[in-house]
């Protein structure tokens, strides 16, 4: 049997977690093995952000001792699986007894739980990657399972189940997003078998929470190269279920001038841009919705051909039904309708010419997320015309270097009139009101296209100015 005893010691962090826990493990007679994703990492020479410990016995058991040990005062259990989580400061680490699983179909969640060894834990995991475990007894420490071969797909850059697909993804659909995912993250092929199962099965995601579909998209989106897990759940079907505003773009043609002739790869290709620019993933977020209102928008147009006028503002007001759905946080969801609204506008000044007066209103809009919007205008140029793409990002740097210049960017995102409104209705003899917020938003609006200077003094005398005209109006 393989052992890999030293590859383990070069992890320092997980070492000697894993050192405890086989002493524990022999003091109390009882089989441990660390299990799935950490013995993939290791072959893959990647740090693991957890361990995922499999006792054959008690695991909520043993992980209040290991719990002990570590200094940890409390567990998370999950008595109904077997399984508890220990909150520990460096790694986080789940315990779980070796057991089986029997699936309802209309749930994930498992309908009876029977307890097994080694061998029968692992021919239940998702894919032959992470059915691996290593020995972590002190006389055994480093022996590798290796039943499903794991390791040789591995190196050979396949994903495929340990079982028959049909089993594998009918007892947890879920498993068929987490294909997508290991095959973007890991730059894997998944099996023609698999594929055609997920295919067969796509329906079935339908019984998973959006909180766990959710997830896993993100996971996608934390990739190298999004497109690969994105075009996969394309391909597979799965992407009706999970995210039909993305599924309906797909062979939808649109304008070549600028973008790539289908909406959909032209998504893929600004999603893979945004990845390389940026590792926010709110911003790839952003990145695969910024024209989600295309597809609702497109009209026939006799010379220009296919618009999709308005699709900004569409897209913005669909993503309040998207994020309540897909279970966003109001952050993110906020973040994503902003930056669907202003995508087009450092573009459109691109093009028409740059003047101080529109860029500075664009900064005021966009605020804090200026940085970002910037990017993701940068992403969205996905023409493969090079002399369009030149001539083009000439005005666009001139938008960008206005922008990021520190003083100015400061100066304006913390923007408004020098004379506030307390003022503004002692002058005018108002109350608390809309025509406050009028008066106020015309000062600034003033100060915006260069009419008056950014000065208390200036401000006033144009209130002065036009004040009569406002009150005079009913």
């Given at each position: 049997?393989?052992?890999i005893?030293?590859?383990?010691?070069d992890?320092?962090?997980?070492f000697p977690?894993?050192?405890?826990?086989g002493?524990?493990?022999?003091?109390?007679k009882?089989?441990?093995?660390?299990v799935?994703?950490?013995?993939?990492?290791?072959?893959?020479?990647?740090?693991?952000?957890?361990i995922?410990?499999?006792?054959?016995?008690?695991?909520?058991?043993?992980?209040r001792?290991?719990?002990?040990?570590l200094?940890?005062k409390k567990?998370?259990?999950?008595?109904?699986?077997?399984?508890?989580?220990?909150?520990?400061?460096?790694?986080?680490?789940?315990?779980?007894?070796?057991r089986?699983?029997?699936?309802?179909?209309?749930?994930?969640k498992?309908?009876?739980?029977?307890y097994?060894?080694?061998?029968?834990?692992?021919?239940?995991?998702d894919f032959?990657?992470?059915?691996m475990?290593?020995?972590?007894?002190?006389?055994?420490?480093?022996?590798l399972y290796?039943?499903?071969?794991g390791?040789?797909?591995l190196?050979?850059?396949?994903?495929?189940?340990?079982?028959?697909?049909?089993?594998?993804?009918?007892?947890?659909?879920?498993?068929?997003?987490?294909?997508?995912?290991?095959?973007?993250r890991?730059?894997?092929?998944?099996?023609?078998?698999?594929?055609?199962?997920?295919?067969?099965?796509?329906s079935?995601?339908?019984?998973?929470?959006?909180?766990?579909?959710?997830?896993?998209?993100?996971?996608?989106?934390?990739?190298?190269?999004p497109?690969?897990?994105?075009?996969?759940?394309?391909?597979?079907?799965?992407?009706?279920?999970?995210?039909?505003?993305?599924?309906?773009?797909?062979?939808?043609?649109q304008?070549?001038?600028?973008?790539?002739?289908?909406?959909f790869?032209?998504?893929?290709?600004?999603?893979?841009?945004?990845?390389?620019?940026?590792?926010?993933?709110?911003?790839?977020?952003a990145?695969?919705?910024?024209?989600?209102?295309?597809?609702?928008?497109r009209?026939?147009?006799?010379?220009?051909?296919?618009?999709?006028?308005?699709?900004?503002?569409?897209?913005?007001?669909?993503l309040?039904k998207?994020?309540?759905?897909?279970?966003?946080?109001?952050?993110?969801?906020?973040?994503?309708?902003?930056?669907?609204?202003l995508?087009?506008?450092?573009?459109?000044?691109?093009m028409?010419?740059?003047?101080?007066?529109?860029?500075?209103?664009l900064?005021?809009?966009?605020?804090?997320?200026?940085?970002?919007l910037?990017?993701l205008?940068?992403?969205?140029?996905?023409?493969?015309n090079?002399?369009?793409v030149?001539?083009?990002?000439g005005?666009?740097?001139?938008?960008?270097?206005?922008?990021?210049?520190?003083?100015?960017?400061?100066?304006?995102?913390?923007?408004q009139?020098?004379?506030?409104?307390?003022?503004?209705?002692?002058?005018?003899?108002?109350k608390e009101?809309?025509?406050?917020g009028?008066?106020k938003?015309?000062?600034?609006?003033?100060?915006l296209?260069?009419?008056?200077?950014?000065?208390y003094?200036?401000?006033?005398?144009?209130?002065?100015?036009?004040?009569?005209?406002?009150?005079?109006?009913?």
């Amino acid at each position: 049997m393989t052992n890999i005893k030293d590859i383990i010691i070069d992890q320092p962090l997980a070492f000697p977690i894993l050192k405890i826990a086989g002493e524990i493990g022999d003091k109390h007679k009882l089989k441990v093995f660390v299990v799935g994703g950490f013995v993939r990492d290791l072959f893959l020479n990647r740090k693991s952000k957890e361990i995922d410990l499999m006792i054959e016995g008690d695991g909520i058991k043993f992980s209040r001792l290991l719990a002990d040990e570590l200094g940890v005062k409390k567990i998370v259990p999950f008595k109904e699986f077997g399984t508890a989580k220990i909150p520990y400061p460096k790694m986080e680490i789940e315990v779980a007894s070796a057991r089986l699983e029997d699936y309802d179909e209309s749930s994930r969640k498992p309908k009876e739980i029977k307890y097994t060894d080694i061998f029968g834990d692992l021919k239940r995991r998702d894919f032959t990657i992470n059915a691996m475990a290593v020995d972590i007894l002190p006389d055994t420490f480093g022996e590798l399972y290796d039943p499903y071969n794991g390791i040789a797909d591995l190196k050979a850059k396949r994903l495929i189940t340990p079982l028959d697909p049909d089993e594998t993804f009918s007892e947890d659909p879920l498993r068929m997003m987490r294909a997508a995912v290991f095959a973007s993250r890991f730059e894997l092929a998944i099996n023609d078998e698999c594929l055609n199962s997920m295919q067969k099965q796509a329906s079935r995601i339908s019984i998973v929470s959006w909180e766990r579909i959710t997830a896993e998209l993100i996971k996608i989106l934390e990739t190298d190269k999004p497109s690969i897990g994105l075009i996969i759940l394309q391909n597979t079907g799965l992407m009706k279920y999970v995210f039909p505003e993305i599924d309906i773009m797909y062979g939808m043609e649109q304008p070549k001038e600028w973008h790539h002739k289908d909406i959909f790869y032209h998504t893929m290709q600004v999603v893979d841009n945004a990845a390389v620019l940026s590792d926010k993933m709110e911003l790839r977020f952003a990145a695969l919705v910024h024209d989600i209102g295309k597809p609702k928008t497109r009209r026939i147009h006799k010379i220009k051909g296919f618009t999709f006028h308005g699709h900004d503002d569409i897209g913005s007001r669909m993503l309040q039904k998207i994020a309540k759905r897909m279970k966003l946080s109001n952050d993110l969801r906020d973040y994503l309708i902003k930056m669907t609204i202003l995508h087009l506008r450092p573009i459109a000044l691109a093009m028409k010419g740059v003047t101080d007066s529109a860029v500075r209103r664009l900064m005021v809009t966009s605020g804090e997320e200026t940085d970002d919007l910037l990017t993701l205008c940068r992403a969205d140029i996905t023409s493969k015309n090079p002399e369009r793409v030149k001539r083009y990002m000439g005005n666009f740097e001139r938008v960008e270097k206005f922008m990021q210049d520190v003083v100015e960017r400061d100066k304006f995102r913390a923007f408004q009139s020098p004379v506030r409104g307390d003022e503004i209705m002692q002058v005018c003899g108002l109350k608390e009101g809309e025509k406050v917020g009028q008066l106020k938003s015309a000062i600034e609006d003033a100060i915006l296209d260069d009419k008056i200077e950014n000065t208390y003094e200036a401000a006033l005398e144009y209130l002065f100015k036009i004040k009569d005209s406002f009150l005079s109006i009913n």
